[in-house]
């Protein structure tokens, strides 16, 4: 499971005792943190720190260590920055400043010298947060009592947000064929987003996949078919059209496996060996967490993979979407794709169904059909400003259909832009906010904000 290391940060001016204690009270801060991040991280408390010698230690400790994915520094006391800047020129992981106390309130008939030289964060980490500042470290900072429940679901988030970082640094992207012709917003430059976010992006010829799935044997494609049976309503008679795509959906497994893949792309327009788009096979890796969006739109398919990462264990869905078409008189979007809907945003229980797609030129594509979920989220966006990215999130209420679309043939959400439709969507366009997005109903654009952050991205916020 993911980790964070607590760093109590000291000097050894205090003596034994005080440093005894020091390190005794962040051990007790990191204790009870790490009881109430449940599933999102363990917090592991090292040594307390108090020379420049511990502190670069402990910052190379945890920027090699594959399991930690951020670190949580506290001062105590007074830590001369000095000391800090050596490690922290090292230190390669996501950093909370916690400036907390171990103490809420103060001892006010006992307080005396003693109590002051130990707990006097607010002196200390004054100290730390210059040395972070001038050296350019890219930080959040909590503030408030420990045991606090913001205080807690900051770390909290801070936690998750990392991991995030972290899985983001580790993912590699498959483009199954290149970006759509012309298109501009979905294109971006690979090499930079290899810096700055992590993402391995490279390109593959759709005809390795149509290889994998022509090797895909009839049992496995019947049991494939049994568990739609089992999961969706089959509203189709071309069972046949059906079959291919869990062919795909088999191969698709295959090649993501084996090439260590968290993300990737496919694009209509190159579809060489394979006789539909892939709509059904894709939707259900989607909803696994699997980052996906179509049109070779690589920026939107790691951002998923990513952000579906930060949401985990949450309660909501995360996946793809695309603006579509409005409903002025109510001021809603109606969003959907060709096909692939996460089948996570399913407010019921999905239909498979075969409808021609209109362009392309091939057969008519398996998809899952539904009505999406309703609540509050968010829709994100990564554009590439040219010197740099840009991450424009919307916040949005989701809502039910107003009316049916019984001739929809594509899984749809819809929803209000805040804070109303004209502002949010004037905002959106102006930002230069593309068409793909990744909506969430498990995320805020407080997690946005913090990703954003800890990654150096310029950030629009629309609420
Ligand atoms: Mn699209």
């Known amino acids: 499971m993911a980790k964070l290391y607590f760093l109590t940060g000291s000097q050894s001016l205090y003596g034994e005792d005080a440093l005894r204690q020091a390190a005794e009270h962040g051990r007790e801060i990191a204790r009870y943190l790490d009881s109430q991040m449940g599933e999102a991280a363990r917090i592991e408390a090292l040594p307390i720190v108090a020379s420049s010698e511990d502190i670069t230690a402990a910052c190379r400790k945890a920027s090699c260590d594959d399991d930690c994915v951020g670190v949580i520094a506290w001062m105590h006391t007074f830590s001369p920055a000095k000391m800090w800047i050596k490690g922290l020129q090292c230190l390669s992981k996501p950093l909370l400043h916690l400036h907390t106390q171990y103490n809420e309130k103060l001892p006010y008939d006992s307080i005396d010298m003693d109590f002051m030289n130990l707990n006097q964060s607010a002196h200390g980490d004054r100290e730390y947060a210059f040395i972070l500042s001038r050296l350019g470290i890219r930080h959040h900072t909590a503030v408030g009592y420990y045991k606090d429940a913001d205080t807690v679901a900051e770390v909290r988030r801070f936690a998750e947000t990392a991991k995030a970082v972290d899985y983001s640094r580790k993912l590699r992207v498959a483009m199954l064929g290149g970006n759509m012709r012309e298109v501009a917003v979905t294109d971006g430059d690979r090499v930079e987003s290899q810096i700055r ?259 150096g991205t310029e950030l629009v916020l629309i609420k």
């Open 197 to 455: 976010y992590g993402w391995e992006v490279n390109y593959y010829g759709v005809g390795d996949l149509a290889a994998i799935a022509s090797g895909v044997g009839k049992d496995e494609a019947e049991a494939k078919l049994a568990e739609y049976g089992r999961l969706y309503d089959i509203k189709t008679e071309d069972i046949e059209a059906v079959r291919t795509q869990a062919a795909y959906e088999i191969a698709l497994r295959r090649f993501l496996s084996e090439g260590g893949f968290g993300a990737f792309t496919d694009t209509f327009q190159d579809l060489h060996g394979l006789e539909q788009l892939p709509g059904l096979a894709v939707q259900r890796l989607m909803a696994e967490g699997v980052g996906f969006a179509a049109e070779g739109d690589y920026k939107t398919a790691a951002l998923s993979a990513v952000l579906w990462k930060l949401a985990e264990g949450r309660k909501g869905a995360t996946g793809f979407m695309e603006d579509y078409t409005y409903d002025f008189a109510r001021g809603l979007v109606l969003g959907a794709h060709m096909l692939e809907v996460s089948p996570a945003f399913a407010a019921e229980r999905p239909r498979v169904e075969v409808h021609p797609l209109g362009i392309g030129g091939k057969r008519p594509p398996a998809r899952l059909v539904f009505d999406g979920v309703t609540g509050s989220g968010v829709a994100v966006c990564m554009t590439d400003m040219g010197d740099r990215f840009r991450l424009i999130c919307a916040e949005i209420e989701l809502v039910g259909q107003p009316e049916a679309t019984p001739r929809l043939p594509v899984a749809r959400l819809m929803w209000k832009p805040r804070p109303d439709f004209k502002t949010g969507i004037k905002a959106w366009l102006e930002a230069g906010g593309g068409h793909h997005t990744v909506v969430s109903t498990a995320l805020a654009s407080g997690d946005i904000e913090l990703f954003a952050k800890l990654t």
